[in-house]
């Protein structure tokens, strides 16, 4: 079986990359790239290829060259020079702190830059100025239904059988090892870890809230996207589909927001006994709860009293190096059990379970400006043009993807989030970009 598993990722792996180099339509070739970062699993190993994640951006790169779009777009692209300023960043960092080879840190710099904020500039390059309705609507059936299954098959078998396919022990990190824990089976689906595959469960669900229109395909679709994000057993997705929603319906329909915390609210009391006494759905709603209440002190996984912990640790260790940090990848070498520096971990960094807390270890503050800077503009960016009406959708939805990503960045381990949000990050980019230069050159041409 694990054979099989893995020989269809790798077609499929190979047919994207294909796509991305030879589809015609733009539009579709940006589904493809949803579609490999959403769907193929990150760690899978072929020889001299990188991994999906370092390299789907790089194939929109030699595209845009390709098409002889490279120049146009990255002169149009808002973010050009922060970004370059970042790769400039991870080429020159191993020189003030490495722990490892050169050779060997220059490499693992750009991979990690790669498959960060370069996603971002690969959806922007792929992505078309304007997308069908109707095919978004497909892609996104599409992406439901795979999801569903495979999180739904994670559940029914007992297995993470994709990670455990790549997996040199034959079981996933969180498989069975993990069943007799107090959160039990964490479905990962077609994903490394449930955190980001609960959050490709949360990107489908505000998309089919919005673009798929027929009740009857809507809600079903919804409900077993929310039924996967149980099996999980991760309360971060959750927190983030709710300011998902919150963000949406504030900004597009506000008066749905009140309706719809009115209608969970309602559903808790009137199914909350029930959902309780279900042995896995009743630990899952404690969890949340506590979580709310508590701050997650009494079940298992982070809470905020080891979030202040984390903190204090993470300042100890940015006293070694305040600027550049320790080198990239230090902070996972910390904290794994077979790291070649868990002999030096403080028990209270745990999992550095923040993005915040890795970025400051590794590089220091100098990187955490250019990280904050990124952000800031990236907001500051789509909250300009929300309040047009003109582009008021497309506003909204960069706004809302930016906001998932950084508030999950901050509370939990960043494994492959960005590969979720920053496609249609890029795409909204890409939208407002291209039709705010045709407005502007429109009434140019008035005023000649």
Same mark, same amino acid.
């Given at each position: 079986?694990?054979?099989?598993?893995?020989?269809?990722?790798?077609?499929?792996?190979?047919?994207?990359?294909?796509?991305?180099?030879?589809?015609?339509?733009?539009?579709?070739?940006?589904?493809?790239?949803?579609?490999?970062?959403?769907?193929?699993?990150?760690?899978?190993?072929?020889?001299?290829?990188?991994?999906?994640?370092?390299?789907?951006?790089?194939?929109?790169?030699?595209?845009?060259?390709?098409?002889?779009?490279?120049?146009?777009?990255?002169?149009?692209?808002?973010?050009?020079?922060?970004?370059?300023?970042?790769?400039?960043?991870?080429?020159?960092?191993?020189?003030?702190?490495?722990?490892?080879?050169?050779?060997?840190?220059?490499?693992?710099?750009?991979?990690?830059?790669?498959?960060?904020?370069?996603?971002?500039?690969?959806?922007?390059?792929?992505?078309?100025?304007?997308?069908?309705?109707?095919?978004?609507?497909?892609?996104?059936?599409?992406?439901?239904?795979?999801?569903?299954?495979?999180?739904?098959?994670?559940?029914?078998?007992?297995?993470?059988?994709?990670?455990?396919?790549?997996?040199?022990?034959?079981?996933?990190?969180?498989?069975?090892?993990?069943?007799?824990?107090?959160?039990?089976?964490?479905?990962?689906?077609?994903?490394?870890?449930?955190?980001?595959?609960?959050?490709? &469960?949360? %990107? =489908? +669900?505000?998309?089919?809230?919005?673009?798929?229109?027929?009740?009857? *395909?809507? /809600?079903? !679709?919804?409900?077993? &996207?929310? %039924? =996967? +994000?149980?099996?999980?057993?991760?309360?971060?997705?959750?927190?983030? *589909?709710? /300011?998902? !929603?919150?963000?949406?319906?504030?900004?597009?329909?506000?008066?749905?927001?009140?309706?719809?915390?009115?209608?969970?609210?309602?559903?808790?009391?009137?199914?909350?006994?029930?959902?309780?006494?279900?042995?896995?759905?009743?630990?899952?709603?404690?969890?949340?709860?506590?979580?709310?209440?508590?701050?997650?002190?009494?079940?298992?996984?982070?809470?905020?009293?080891?979030?202040?912990?984390?903190?204090?640790?993470?300042?100890?260790?940015?006293?070694?190096?305040?600027?550049?940090?320790?080198?990239?990848?230090?902070?996972?070498?910390?904290?794994?059990?077979?790291?070649?520096?868990?002999?030096?971990?403080?028990?209270?960094?745990?999992?550095?379970?923040?993005?915040?807390?890795?970025?400051?270890?590794?590089?220091?503050?100098?990187?955490?400006?250019?990280?904050?800077?990124?952000?800031?503009?990236?907001?500051?960016?789509?909250?300009?043009?929300?309040?047009?009406?003109?582009?008021?959708?497309?506003?909204?939805?960069?706004?809302?993807?930016?906001?998932?990503?950084?508030?999950?960045?901050?509370?939990?381990?960043?494994?492959?989030?960005?590969?979720?949000?920053?496609?249609?990050?890029?795409?909204?980019?890409?939208?407002?970009?291209?039709?705010?230069?045709?407005?502007?050159?429109?009434?140019?041409?008035?005023?000649?």
């Amino acid at each position: 079986m694990n054979t099989g598993i893995q020989l269809i990722e790798y077609l499929f792996f190979l047919l994207v990359i294909y796509k991305l180099i030879f589809e015609k339509d733009k539009e579709k070739c940006f589904y493809w790239y949803v579609c490999g970062n959403l769907l193929l699993y990150p760690l899978m190993k072929l020889p001299i290829i990188p991994q999906p994640p370092i390299l789907l951006p790089l194939i929109c790169i030699v595209r845009a060259y390709k098409d002889k779009e490279l120049k146009q777009l990255w002169n149009v692209y808002p973010l050009r020079v922060l970004t370059l300023l970042m790769l400039l960043y991870h080429i020159l960092h191993p020189f003030m702190a490495s722990w490892m080879s050169l050779g060997s840190a220059i490499r693992f710099e750009l991979y990690e830059f790669s498959q960060t904020y370069l996603v971002l500039l690969g959806g922007f390059l792929i992505a078309p100025a304007a997308f069908s309705r109707n095919r978004l609507q497909r892609c996104l059936l599409f992406l439901a239904v795979v999801l569903i299954v495979a999180g739904g098959m994670c559940w029914m078998m007992d297995s993470n059988f994709i990670a455990a396919a790549f997996s040199s022990t034959g079981d996933s990190f969180f498989g069975s090892d993990r069943v007799g824990t107090e959160r039990g089976f964490r479905a990962t689906g077609p994903a490394f870890s449930p955190n980001s595959y609960g959050n490709s &469960l949360v %990107l =489908c +669900i505000l998309l089919v809230n919005h673009y798929i229109k027929k009740t009857t *395909l809507r /809600i079903p !679709l919804i409900l077993g &996207l929310l %039924l =996967c +994000i149980v099996f999980t057993a991760s309360r971060a997705p959750v927190f983030i *589909l709710a /300011i998902g !929603l919150c963000i949406y319906y504030l900004f597009q329909k506000k008066s749905k927001l009140v309706l719809t915390v009115a209608v969970v609210y309602i559903g808790f009391i009137l199914f909350g006994e029930a959902l309780s006494n279900n042995e896995y759905i009743g630990k899952y709603v404690a969890g949340i709860t506590d979580l709310v209440l508590t701050g997650g002190q009494n079940t298992d996984g982070s809470s905020s009293e080891l979030r202040e912990l984390q903190w204090l640790t993470t300042l100890n260790y940015l006293e070694e190096a305040p600027i550049w940090g320790h080198g990239q990848g230090y902070t996972m070498q910390l904290v794994n059990e077979d790291g070649r520096f868990f002999f030096l971990k403080d028990s209270s960094i745990a999992g550095a379970e923040g993005y915040q807390y890795i970025t400051l270890i590794d590089y220091g503050i100098s990187y955490m400006l250019l990280a904050l800077l990124f952000f800031i503009m990236l907001i500051s960016y789509f909250i300009r043009y929300i309040r047009n009406k003109e582009f008021a959708e497309t506003a909204l939805w960069g706004l809302c993807f930016t906001v998932c990503l950084l508030v999950f960045l901050l509370s939990s381990r960043p494994n492959q989030i960005w590969q979720i949000y920053f496609p249609f990050v890029g795409l909204c980019l890409k939208m407002i970009v291209c039709k705010s230069n045709t407005k502007a050159d429109y009434e140019h041409n008035i005023s000649m």
